[in-house]
């Protein structure tokens, strides 16, 4: 080998043996110097290890820089949280704002005072305080979660906040949904989410007592309003389950000593707090944290909603009844109690109705007068799928579009009809019922139906999921028998009606999206405007489309619909060409929360035959007989206001200005107008 040769290969054994010195330096090195940074770096401490060194702490001096540095949980906290957070440290103000870090340290400070007299309690003097104990650090955490955020250079040492809703003390204790959505027993458990359908899943909480993020969401309401959001409300129930220590009367829930389902909650594997879970037919999947924003909405739980359930885990509180007994005894409910559900609410109107003229000019005389409505119903799950219910209303049976009863007006003899009697089933994909029931169609205002109006008949209908998609598609069938006040040799009783109808829906991030049309095919109808003619047949073809924006202020919405009867009418029929209508309207704000308040604008133009008169709404008009509003043939504007004094208690305000669009008879001079405010008073339980 030559002397070049040699000198090369020494070269590339050299550079190897510094590779692998390098390597093994490293090797060496790089573990001594992440202790050496570990070691400079503050120790952070759990809350059993703070009771566990509390002596040798308080001996050394170092027990509050041990408190003021708790340890943190793993995962980055939600901005939502962050923000709630801030909202809570500034004292919960009604006007949105900016925390700054001394505001911050303040809070800290306080809560670090408490925590220390809490602890030498437990550690000196043997005190049973786990639960204010632990509720206190963990606030503390949370807190020094949102100081490092506040620390970073683009936060400039400040965090805005919004003014969140508190809820007042006296409205959390006569909060019914929480009462009916929080479960007490593993048994109640069982009945309500174990057996949740596919096309009905249910949301569970899972929160510890001492859960400072529970304590937020029970101090805004933010489960509840998850559970009323648009994209949860009716498709998806919500409940909570509460396990950990017995609180005292600081605790911020609702109810105030809830029922601790310890043993479930540990059968389901749940080890932190909160904790969302979707259930579909006994199987189940966890969606981890969440933090619903004011509209209700959370990425996190939205994608959890959709995925698909064949191969989720089987909940174990739904397959081992022993490993799921209640940790403590929830009380003398029993299974047949949780299976009958009761609700109904009651209305109190005032209304005016002033410069309405008839439509050959002659001028109605001004009304104002008082009414009342009152509706009691129930509803009786027999299984998993199978339930029936019925309601009663106030009212004579004569009037379909309303059940409201003037005062002063013989009002101990109206009598009190059945509104509802059905028998209901749903399966994986679909529902069906039988008896006489609500409109079963997607509707977004009573232009077209009247709510108040309840058919007989059979309907059914399914729900289906594009794959992995947030689209949903909807599709109803119905045959119905409808009732008339009518009644003459000349015009039936009854008429028929087969209607179907493709809904589509979507729900994402920031808007829900609502896309239908349908069908509605009404035959013997009786036309009450020209009995000559006895019984007419409708064939009514409607499109609607509603977007419901879920901003950060107030939700807003804005929807359309477009209805056209394309029956084949005789010449003989006046104004039978008349037979196109549509609606525009505009929504700002809800009516969920005490204080919430809302505002609407609608615009509508009915033409006569566009539908059913006797069908439609009865609150834009005073046309037509006392038991059948005739509510077609017209075109005007609703502005609408309403304020919420309790969840289940508002005010609504609505102002109707209409007029006629087409001439009653070729003779009349002038078409029928009017105007109309109606104040209500709505009661829900």
Not at 165 to 193: M, N
Not at 571 to 578: C, E, F, H, K, S
Request: with cysteine.
């Amino acid at each position: 080998m030559s002397e070049s040769s040699k000198c090369g290969a020494a070269f590339v054994r050299g550079r190897k043996l510094l590779q692998v010195a390098l390597l093994a330096f490293a090797a060496v090195a790089g573990p001594l110097l992440e202790r050496a940074v570990a070691a400079d770096a503050p120790k952070r401490w759990s809350e059993g290890d703070l009771v566990k060194s509390y002596d040798e702490l308080k001996r050394s001096g170092g027990l509050e820089a041990a408190v003021r540095t708790p340890a943190l949980p793993k995962d980055a906290p939600q901005a939502n949280f962050l923000e709630a957070l801030a909202w809570y440290a500034a004292g919960m103000p009604d006007q949105p704002g900016v925390l700054t870090r001394a505001d911050l340290d303040r809070f800290i400070d306080g809560q670090v005072q408490a925590y220390l007299g809490l602890l030498a309690g437990k550690a000196e003097r043997g005190e049973e305080n786990d639960y204010p104990r632990t509720r206190t650090w963990k606030v503390i955490q949370k807190m020094t979660l949102l100081a490092n955020d506040m620390a970073k250079p683009e936060r400039n040492g400040t965090y805005p906040y919004a003014a969140l809703t508190r809820v007042s003390a006296a409205d959390a204790a006569a909060d019914v949904w929480d009462r009916d959505h929080t479960l007490r027993t593993a048994e109640e458990f069982r009945q309500r989410v174990c057996g949740a359908s596919y096309t009905r899943p249910v949301l569970v909480k899972f929160g510890n007592t001492n859960c400072t993020q529970c304590m937020l969401f029970e101090l805004t309401g933010s489960v509840h309003e998850l559970a009323s959001s648009p994209g949860i409300q009716g498709a998806v129930d919500v409940y909570k389950v509460w396990f950990g220590f017995r609180p005292d009367a600081s605790f911020a829930g609702r109810i105030k000593d809830p029922a601790r389902l310890d043993d479930l909650v540990k059968a389901e594997g749940i080890s932190s707090s909160p904790t969302f879970a979707v259930y579909r037919n006994g199987r189940r999947y966890n969606c981890g944290d969440a933090f619903p924003d004011r509209s209700g909405h959370d990425e996190n739980l939205d994608a959890c909603l959709h995925r698909e359930f064949g191969d989720a885990p089987v909940a174990a509180a739904c397959t081992t009844p022993a490993a799921a007994a209640p940790a403590k005894a929830a009380g003398p409910e029993t299974k047949e109690e949780t299976r009958l559900k009761l609700a109904g609410d009651v209305r109190f109107r005032a209304e005016s109705d002033w410069d309405s003229r008839q439509a050959d000019g002659t001028e109605r005389a001004d009304r104002d007068r008082l009414r009342i409505r009152f509706r009691l119903g129930f509803t009786y799950t027999i299984d998993e799928h199978y339930s029936f219910g019925g309601r009663i209303r106030s009212g004579v049976s004569q009037d379909q579009q309303s059940p409201h009863t003037t005062l002063g007006d013989e009002f101990e003899t109206k009598p009190v009809n059945i509104d509802k009697a059905y028998l209901q089933g749903s399966w994986k994909y679909g529902w069906v019922w039988g008896g006489k029931n609500a409109f079963t169609f997607w509707t977004q205002n009573e232009l077209l139906w009247d709510e108040d109006v309840t058919p007989e008949g059979v309907a059914g209908g399914g729900n289906y999921r594009f794959g992995q998609s947030h689209w949903r598609l909807k599709p109803v069938l119905g045959y119905f028998i409808l009732e008339t006040a009518v009644v003459s040799d000349q015009i039936d009783e009854k008429s028929d009606l087969v209607a179907a109808q493709l809904a589509l829906e979507a729900s994402y991030a920031k808007v829900d999206l609502t896309f239908a049309a349908d069908s509605y095919s009404f035959y013997d109808n009786p036309d009450t405007t020209d009995v000559a003619l006895a019984d007419l047949d409708y064939q009514i073809w409607h499109g609607g489309a509603k977007a419901v924006f879920k901003t950060a202020w107030k939700p807003w919405s804005i929807g359309f619909d477009y209805m056209k009867n394309t029956e084949d009418y005789p010449d003989t029929l006046i104004n039978g060409d008349q037979k196109t209508g549509y609606v525009a309207g505009l929504n700002l704000g809800r009516l969920k929360e005490k204080k919430d308040w809302l505002v609407a604008y609608y615009y509508a133009h009915i033409e006569k035959y566009a539908i059913v008169a006797r069908l439609g709404q009865d609150d834009w008009l005073r046309w037509g007989s006392a038991t059948d509003t005739r509510s077609s043939n017209f075109e005007g504007h609703e502005f609408r206001f309403a304020y919420a004094i309790r969840p289940n208690f508002n005010v609504m305000l609505r102002v109707y200005l209409v007029k006629g669009i087409a001439l009653e008879t070729p003779t009349a001079v002038d078409l029928e107008d009017g105007k109309r405010a109606r104040l209500d008073f709505n009661m829900s339980f």
